[in-house]
C-alpha cells in the first residue's frame, strides 16, 4: 500500500470512530443528563431541518449552470409532489406523482 492508501484509511478509520463517539454518547450517558422541554421540543424538527437541507440546495442552485432553462424539471417535480400530498397526505403517491413528473419534463426538455 502507498502511503496515499494509507491516508485515506487512516482518515475513514478517525471519521469512524468521531461518528461512534459522538452517537453514542448520547445513549450512554444522556439518563443522567436531563434536557429541558425547550431542547425536546427543538429536537423534533431537527429531521425535517436535516431535510431541507439537502434538498433545497439541490432544488436551488446558486450558481447559472441552467444555460438559460426557465423551469427546472427538479423543481417542478418537487412543486408537483408538495401539491400532490398537500392534497390526498399520501407519501408513496407523492414519490411516485413527483417521479413521474420529474422523468415526463426530463424527456420533453430532451426532445426540445
Not at 429531521?47 to 431541507?52: N, W
Not at 433545497?56 to 438559460?68: I, T
Amino acid at each position: 500500500m502507498t502511503e496515499q492508501d494509507w491516508y485515506v484509511y487512516g482518515a475513514i478509520a478517525l471519521l469512524t470512530i468521531c461518528t461512534v463517539l459522538t452517537r453514542s454518547t448520547f445513549h450512554v450517558i444522556g439518563h443522567k443528563i436531563p434536557l429541558s422541554e425547550g431542547v425536546r421540543s427543538g429536537f423534533r424538527y431537527a429531521p425535517t431541518a436535516a431535510l431541507t437541507a439537502i434538498i433545497v440546495p439541490e432544488l436551488l442552485p446558486l450558481s447559472s449552470e441552467a444555460g438559460g432553462v426557465i423551469v427546472d424539471q427538479r423543481l417542478l417535480a418537487a412543486l408537483v409532489a408538495v401539491w400532490i400530498f398537500h392534497k390526498t397526505r399520501n407519501t408513496m403517491l407523492m414519490i411516485v406523482g413527483g417521479m413521474v413528473v420529474f422523468w415526463v419534463a426530463r424527456a420533453i426538455l430532451q426532445i426540445l
